[in-house]
C-alpha cells in the first residue's frame, strides 16, 4: 500500500519484493472507502491517508521504481479515485510514470468500456477480474476485454491472510483456460509459500500476494524480512 | 452483446460500480424482481402485510396549529410516523423481504444508521422467519442505543463496525463486505434508494406507496394535487417515495431537506446535493461528499440516518435536471421544528424528519393562504428523545 507508513518506506519495500523475485509490483492507492477489501489493506489504506499520501504521489512513486527497474507495475485502486483526478489526466500521468496496468475491483465489465478505452489510448492494461460467482458465458467475455492478464478472485469475500486456499480452483483455472486467451492471475488470500506452490502447479500463470506482504511490510518494516519472504514465495513458482 | 450493457442509469448517474463477485447476484436479483413485479400474488401479498401489519395506508393529516403559526400555505403531514417500526422504512423492508423468500435465500443482512432500517430489516426478518443480521457503525451504536436493543429484542444480531466514520457509510462498506462474502446464501436488504442497480429503482417502487397514497388523500381531501411536497433526504428513500408519482405532475414543486449539520460553511455537514460534486460509491455513481482526491469526507449531522455522504442516483438527477430542488437545513433548525411540532401538533418527529418540517415551515410562510404543502414525517422521534435532552443540556 504506497504510502503506508510513508513513500519513502513504501520504495524500499517495492524494491525489496523485486529484488526477492517478484516478476510485477502492485502498488496500492488508498480509497476511503475499500469494499473489496479485507482488514490488512483497510488498516494500510487508512494509514496511508492519514499519513497525507496523494494519488499523484503515488504516481511519482511509480516513477522512481520505473528508473530502477524494468519490473511491470500495476496500481491497485478503486474508480473514484481515478475519477477525481480525472480518467484522461490520470491515463496521462500513469503513462509518464510507466505504468503497465491498472486494477480497478469497483469496476465491473459493465462499466468499463469507456475506461478502457482511455486506458488503451495511453497503452496502459486494464485488468479485468473473474469471480467465484462467475458464469462461463460471463466470464470469456470479461476474458475477451481484460488486457494483460485476467485476475482470478480465488474466493468470494475480500482480500486478506488466509490459511487455507478454497477447494476447487484447479478446475476453475482450467475453465477459464480454455474461455480465455490471457495468462490467469490468481489472487485474494493467497498468503503462504505453500499456496504459491500449490497455484503454480494447478494451472495459475500468475500469482497474487497482497495482505501477507502489506501486513509484512507494516508490521516488521524490515525490508530484508520483504525480501526473504518474497524470495520464499517464488521459490514455490520456480524451484 | 445485451449481457454486458451498462444498465439502471438516470441521466450519468447510477450504473453498477461492484466486485465481480456481487455481478451475478446483481443480474439474479434483477431478474428475480422483474418476476415479481409482474406476479400479482406477490403485489397481493406485499398489499397485504402493508395494510394488516404495516398499518398502511397512513394518514394525510391537516396541521392546523402549525399552519396557523406560519400564517402562509397549509400544510400536510405524511404520517409515515405512523408506519409499523415508527418509519417508512418498513415499505422498503417488506417488499425486499418478501422478495428475499421468494428467491430462498436463507439469510438477511442490512446496513442502518439511525437504527430506523435496521429494525424494520429485524421485524420483517421475523415475521417472514428470515435470520437477519445487521451492521451499524459504532458512534451510530452508541447515539441510537434504543434502537440497537429493538433490534436485539427482534432476534436481529447486531454487528458494530468500527472502520472509518463508523457511522452509516461504513455500516455499507461492511454489509458489503459481508455481501461479497455470502452472496449465494445472502439477500442484502439495503436501506435507502442507493447502492448499485436494481436497488435504487427497487427501494423506490416500494417507497412509492407513500407519494400514491399522498395522490389519492390530495384528492379526496382537498380535491387537488399538493404546491409543494417536501421530504428530508438522507439516502433519499423516503424523498423519492414521496417524489415519484409525482415525477409526471410538473406543477408540482418538490423540495428536498439535506442535513446542514453545523452549517454548509463549516464543512461539518452532510448536505451531499447541496454542496457535493459527481463520483463513484457504493455501487453507483451520484453526487457525493468527497475531497480533492476522492476520499469520501466525513460527514457530520444530529441525524443519523441523514449523515452519509452519498445520495441516491435518481436524486442527483432530479437535481440536474431541475425536477427537484434541494436545501440545507441545520442541527439548530431542525431541533427548532422539533420542539415546534412537538408544542404545537403533539407529535414527536424523528430528527430527520424535522429537517424537513423546517424546510416546509419555511416554504409555507411564503406561500398564499389557499396553497397546500405536503411535508413526509418520515419517522417518529422516539429513538431521538437522549439526543434531543442532550442537546438542552438535561440528563435522562
Ligand atoms: C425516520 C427517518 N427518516 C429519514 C431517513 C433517511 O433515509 P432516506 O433518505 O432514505 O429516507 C431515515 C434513515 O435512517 C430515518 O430513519
Same mark, same amino acid.
Given at each position: ?5 510513508d ?23 488508498h ?11 483497510q ?50 500521468r @500513469?503513462?509518464?510514470?510507466? *505504468?503497465?496496468?491498472? !486494477? $480497478?475491483?469497483?469496476?465491473?465489465? +459493465?462499466?468499463? /468500456? #469507456? ?5 488503451d ?18 466470464a ?24 487455507d ?6 478446475s ?31 494451472g @495459475?500463470?500468475g500469482?497474487? *500476494?497482497?495482505?501477507? !506482504? $502489506?501486513?509484512?511490510?507494516?508490521? +516488521?518494516?524490515? /525490508? #530484508? ?15 | ?22 455481478m ?7 431478474a ?23 398499518g ?7 396541521a ?18 405512523l408506519?409499523?417500526?415508527?418509519a ?7 417488499g425486499?423481504?418478501?422478495?428475499a ?50 433490534m ?7 454487528h ?16 458489503l463486505?459481508?455481501?461479497?462474502t ?12 442507493v ?31 399538493p ?24 406543477a408540482?414543486e418538490?423540495l ?9 460553511e ?8 447541496v ?28 441525524s ?5 455522504p ?22 439548530a ?8 411540532l ?7 418527529p ?8 423546517f ?10 393562504r ?27
Amino acid at each position: 500500500m504506497a504510502g503506508d507508513p510513508d513513500l519513502a518506506t513504501t520504495e524500499k519495500m517495492a524494491l525489496a519484493c523485486i529484488r526477492g523475485g517478484a516478476d510485477l509490483v502492485e502498488l496500492g492507492v488508498h480509497f476511503s472507502d475499500p469494499i473489496a477489501d479485507g482488514p490488512e489493506i483497510q488498516a494500510a489504506g487508512q494509514r496511508a491517508l492519514r499519513a497525507g499520501t496523494r494519488p499523484r504521489d503515488v504516481l511519482d512513486l511509480a516513477a522512481r521504481l520505473r528508473r530502477g527497474s524494468d519490473a511491470p507495475l500495476l496500481l491497485m485502486t478503486y474508480l473514484n479515485p481515478v475519477l477525481a483526478m480525472g480518467l484522461t489526466p490520470f491515463a496521462e500521468r @500513469a503513462a509518464a510514470a510507466g *505504468v503497465d496496468g491498472v !486494477i $480497478v475491483p469497483d469496476l465491473s465489465l +459493465e462499466e468499463s /468500456p #469507456e475506461i478502457r478505452g482511455v486506458l488503451d489510448g495511453a497503452q496502459i492494461d486494464l485488468v479485468q477480474l473473474v469471480a467465484p460467482s462467475t458464469p462461463d458465458g460471463r466470464a470469456a467475455a470479461i476474458g475477451a476485454v481484460s488486457r494483460g492478464f485476467v485476475y482470478v478472485v480465488a474466493r468470494y469475500g475480500t482480500t486478506g491472510t488466509r490459511s487455507d486456499l478454497p477447494e476447487g480452483l484447479r478446475s476453475r483455472l482450467q475453465a477459464l483456460h480454455h474461455t480465455a486467451s490471457l495468462p490467469l492471475a490468481v489472487g485474494f488470500g493467497v498468503s503462504t509459500p505453500d499456496h504459491v506452490r500449490t497455484l503454480a502447479t494447478s494451472g @495459475a500463470d500468475g500469482i497474487v *500476494v497482497g495482505s501477507a !506482504i $502489506v501486513r509484512m511490510a507494516a508490521e +516488521e518494516a524490515d /525490508p #530484508e524480512a520483504v525480501e526473504a519472504f518474497v524470495r520464499e514465495l517464488a521459490s514455490g513458482v520456480r524451484p | 452483446m445485451a449481457e454486458v450493457a451498462s444498465r439502471g442509469k438516470f441521466g450519468p448517474y447510477g450504473g453498477q460500480f461492484v466486485p465481480e463477485t456481487l455481478m451475478p447476484a446483481l443480474l439474479e436479483l434483477e431478474a428475480a424482481y422483474e418476476d415479481a413485479r409482474a406476479d400479482p400474488r406477490f403485489e397481493a401479498e406485499l398489499d397485504d402485510y402493508n395494510r394488516h401489519y404495516g398499518g398502511r395506508p397512513t394518514p394525510l393529516y391537516f396541521a392546523r396549529r402549525l399552519t396557523e403559526a406560519c400564517g402562509g400555505a397549509r400544510i400536510y403531514l405524511k404520517r409515515e410516523d405512523l408506519c409499523h417500526g415508527g418509519a417508512h422504512k418498513f415499505n422498503n423492508v417488506m417488499g425486499q423481504a418478501l422478495l428475499a423468500r421468494r428467491m430462498g435465500k436463507p439469510r438477511m443482512i442490512a446496513e442502518t444508521g439511525a437504527g430506523q432500517h435496521g429494525v424494520a430489516a429485524a421485524m420483517a426478518g421475523a415475521v417472514l422467519g428470515i435470520p437477519t443480521e445487521v451492521y451499524m457503525g459504532s458512534v451510530d451504536v452508541k447515539r441510537q442505543a434504543l434502537n440497537v436493543f429493538r433490534m436485539r429484542l427482534l432476534g436481529t444480531q447486531v454487528h458494530a463496525v468500527d472502520g472509518g466514520s463508523q457511522t452509516l457509510k461504513d455500516a455499507i462498506n461492511e454489509a458489503l463486505r459481508d455481501w461479497v462474502t455470502n452472496v449465494t446464501m445472502t439477500y442484502y436488504c439495503i436501506g435507502s434508494v442507493v447502492g448499485p442497480h436494481p436497488y435504487p429503482t427497487i427501494v423506490r417502487d416500494f417507497q412509492s406507496v407513500i407519494g400514491r397514497e399522498i395522490k389519492d388523500q390530495a384528492r379526496e381531501q382537498m380535491g387537488r394535487l399538493p404546491d409543494l411536497l417536501v421530504a428530508c433526504v438522507g439516502g433519499g428513500s423516503n424523498s423519492m417515495g414521496t417524489f415519484a408519482p409525482f415525477l409526471e405532475d410538473t406543477a408540482v414543486e418538490l423540495l428536498g431537506a439535506e442535513a446542514g449539520g453545523e452549517g454548509i460553511e463549516t464543512g461539518r455537514h452532510a448536505a451531499t446535493l447541496v454542496a457535493g460534486r459527481p463520483g463513484v460509491l457504493h455501487g453507483a455513481r451520484s453526487y457525493l461528499l468527497q475531497d480533492e482526491d476522492g476520499q469520501i469526507a466525513d460527514t457530520f449531522s444530529v441525524s443519523a440516518g441523514l449523515d452519509y455522504p452519498g445520495v441516491g442516483p435518481q436524486l442527483a438527477y432530479l437535481k440536474d435536471t431541475k425536477r427537484a430542488s434541494f436545501t440545507a437545513v441545520t442541527d439548530a433548525q431542525a431541533l427548532e421544528a422539533f420542539h415546534t411540532l412537538a408544542t404545537l401538533e403533539g407529535i414527536l418527529p424523528a430528527l430527520e424528519s424535522a429537517h424537513a418540517v423546517f424546510a416546509a415551515m419555511q416554504r409555507a410562510r411564503e406561500m398564499d393562504r389557499d396553497q397546500v404543502v405536503v411535508a413526509t414525517l418520515s419517522g417518529r422521534g422516539d429513538k431521538d428523545v437522549q439526543t434531543v435532552a442532550r442537546s438542552m443540556g438535561v440528563e435522562l
